[in-house]
């Protein structure tokens, strides 16, 4: 590895917001398509927004990379010349594709296209990159069953072409996201872009009587102490693993999201090109928030390895919507700490509670995401400066009337305006360089006990997972909280903090808090922020200790 080489940053675009966020908090690189071609129906690009978006990359000295990577069945070729002669002025900085036919088909019609041989072919070895660099290709993907023993051994034996590896995001059940399932199921093709994701269904457990009858097997109060379903894999004799139902149903082919952070210094030493992230469907606060991580991670990586410590940005990455995080094949064989039995959703401590849609002279415009009420937090994300910046808030004003109201609902696209005058500590030259145009905030989220629970249980595996280092007794303990907590059910919900409601402070100095800046309990604290820099909160440790001393 050349001692200036760099690894890329490479995030999803859905749509061209998605774009200019992934750009703005980070991101070396995008790739993106048209929804007919490019592997994902729910694409939302037009033609004219990736243009724009090619663009918008290449003013900000960033790249893109355009996406043509299903499997072609014959009415997909009459698509290609048009397709072709179109990328062509748009000028992207790599074409992503799988099939060798359309890989042959554009190479002989554009010759001057850098291309790249998508996930979607399955290179799970040197014999296979080096076909590939042979036709002509300058990158190769690889498929998310290659181990990091064997990436190495990839990058020893084919040391003169780009290789990029999947650092983060949903895993697929089948091989390299070559599935059937959908297409069985639902009728719908997962390698022509439209995957039903059948392996997140719930499935439920049914009976058929020897008259042919069938009828769900009903598990209760009365009978479900008198047996226990279990399957038994051919190379796993012995170990049981327990199918569990609820009211829901049973998620046995459910796979926890990747992350390679935790190990993300043995990428970033052997020189792997590109890191990818998955989630051209995921949202806008995903793209930013992942984005942010990551760029941090390497950053800080390269300018310290040896110190390098994975933690602050995986506390990052567990504020974005997950199913767990799991290493998957990094070591090669995968453990049960990749999957989740016991529920499919996607959850976090956090939500999205708005963007900045623009910046005045004395005020943020911001869409809101998610509802808010009195006595919120919101925490603004830069995406130019490592620290965030806490505003507590008990009313709203609406940008377009002017009127303010105590409550605002999510999905109503509402514009509400943040006078610089409510960041009573902050300097409004920072805010308007700190936070400009699709700057995120987000806000912490009331989850059920079960939910809780489901992230007390993700946090074990995916430590036991790291450390290589099982506690059976451990898994067990968090796991059957787990489920005692699925079948109580129960829609009550709580925060982790009292950083919510007019009743409750942090204690670490947020803007416009009544009861920090006010109440004597916090007179410690408040000196003890004052001396600090620009934006420099108190840590919640620190907090906890100062309220403690005044009490």
């Known amino acids: 590895m050349k001692k200036d080489h760099r690894s890329e940053?490479?995030?999803?675009?859905?749509?061209?917001?998605?774009?200019?966020?992934?750009?703005?908090?980070?991101?070396?690189?995008?790739?993106?398509?048209?929804?007919?071609?490019?592997?994902?129906?729910k694409s939302q690009f037009s033609l004219e927004?990736?243009?724009?978006?090619?663009?918008?990359?290449?003013?900000?000295?960033?790249?893109?990379?355009?996406?043509?990577?299903?499997?072609?069945?014959?009415?997909?070729?009459?698509?290609?010349?048009?397709?072709?002669?179109?990328?062509r002025k748009v000028k992207p900085d790599g074409l992503i594709i799988a099939d060798p036919g359309v890989f042959q088909y554009v190479k002989s019609r554009a010759p001057e296209l850098e291309l790249h041989i998508s996930t979607q072919a399955n290179i799970c070895s040197w014999l296979s990159v080096q076909f590939?660099?042979?036709?002509?290709?300058?990158?190769?993907?690889?498929?998310?069953?290659?181990?990091?023993?064997?990436?190495?051994?990839?990058?020893?034996?084919?040391?003169?072409?780009?290789?990029?590896?999947?650092?983060?995001?949903?895993?697929?059940?089948?091989?390299?996201?070559?599935?059937?399932?959908s297409n069985f199921m639902a009728e719908r093709g997962a390698n022509q872009g439209n995957c039903a994701n059948s392996c997140r269904w719930n499935y439920k457990l049914k009976m058929r009587l020897k008259d042919g009858t069938?009828?769900?097997?009903?598990?209760?109060?009365?009978?479900?102490?008198?047996?226990?379903?279990?399957l038994e894999e051919g190379c796993r004799p012995g170990e049981f693993m327990p199918i569990e139902e609820d009211g829901r149903g049973s998620y046995i082919m459910n796979s926890r999201d990747l992350s390679i952070m935790p190990k993300l210094d043995d990428y970033l030493k052997i020189g792997v090109d590109s890191l990818k992230v998955e989630g051209r469907g995921k949202s806008e606060y995903y793209c930013a928030v992942v984005a942010r991580a990551y760029r941090m991670a390497i950053d800080d990586y390269y300018q310290d390895p040896e110190n390098w410590d994975p933690k602050p940005y995986m506390a990052e990455l567990e504020?974005?919507?997950?199913?767990?995080?799991?290493?998957?094949?990094?070591?090669?064989?995968?453990?049960?700490?990749?999957?989740?039995?016991?529920?499919?959703?996607?959850?976090?401590q956090w939500e999205y509670a708005g963007v900045v849609r623009e910046v005045e002279d004395d005020a943020f415009l911001v869409?809101?995401?998610?509802?808010?009420?009195?006595?919120?937090?919101?925490?603004?994300?830069?995406?130019?400066?490592?620290?965030t910046i806490l505003l507590r808030i008990y009313n709203f004003e609406h940008a377009e009337s002017g009127e303010n109201t105590d409550v605002v609902h999510g999905g109503t696209k509402t514009v509400i305006r943040l006078p610089f005058s409510l960041f009573d500590h902050e300097d409004t030259d920072d805010l308007k360089a700190w936070f400009p145009e699709f700057s995120v905030m987000r806000k912490e989220r009331a989850l059920t006990d079960e939910q809780w629970k489901r992230i007390k249980f993700d946090k074990l595996t995916q430590e036991a997972e790291v450390k290589g280092k099982p506690n059976d007794a451990a898994y067990q303990k968090r796991r059957d909280a787990l489920v005692a907590s699925i079948q109580k059910g129960g829609n009550e919900t709580r925060?982790?903090?009292n950083r919510v409601g007019t009743d409750g402070c942090c204690g670490k100095g947020c803007n416009g808090c009544m009861m920090f800046w006010q109440d004597d309990i916090y007179a410690k604290a408040r000196d003890e922020v004052l001396k600090r820099k620009q934006g420099e909160?108190?840590?919640?440790?620190?907090?906890?200790?100062?309220?403690?001393?005044a009490e």
């Open 49 to 87: 927004e990736v243009i724009e978006g090619v663009e918008f990359c290449h003013q900000h000295g960033k790249r893109a990379y355009l996406t043509l990577n299903l499997f072609s069945h014959n009415k997909d070729i009459a698509k290609l010349d048009e397709y072709v002669e179109t990328v």
């Open 9 to 41: 940053l490479l995030m999803p675009a859905g749509n061209l917001r998605k774009l200019k966020m992934a750009i703005l908090y980070g991101a070396d690189a995008v790739y993106l398509g048209t929804p007919d071609m490019s592997l994902r129906t």
């Open 214 to 230: 069938v009828e769900e097997l009903e598990i209760n109060e009365d009978n479900k102490d008198m047996f226990e379903f279990l």
């Open 367 to 387: 869409e809101v995401k998610n509802k808010l009420e009195p006595g919120d937090v919101l925490e603004f994300i830069s995406p130019i400066a490592r620290h």
């Open 319 to 348: 504020a974005v919507g997950n199913r767990g995080y799991t290493l998957a094949f990094h070591d090669g064989r995968l453990t049960n700490y990749a999957h989740d039995y016991e529920h499919t959703a996607s959850i976090a």
């Open 132 to 181: 590939w660099q042979d036709q002509g290709a300058s990158l190769c993907v690889l498929a998310r069953e290659v181990s990091y023993p064997e990436l190495v051994e990839i990058r020893e034996k084919c040391p003169d072409i780009k290789l990029e590896a999947f650092v983060h995001g949903a895993m697929c059940m089948t091989y390299s996201g070559r599935c059937l399932l």
């Open 537 to 549: 909160l108190l840590s919640r440790a620190e907090a906890t200790a100062m309220k403690g001393a």
């Open 495 to 497: 925060f982790k903090t």
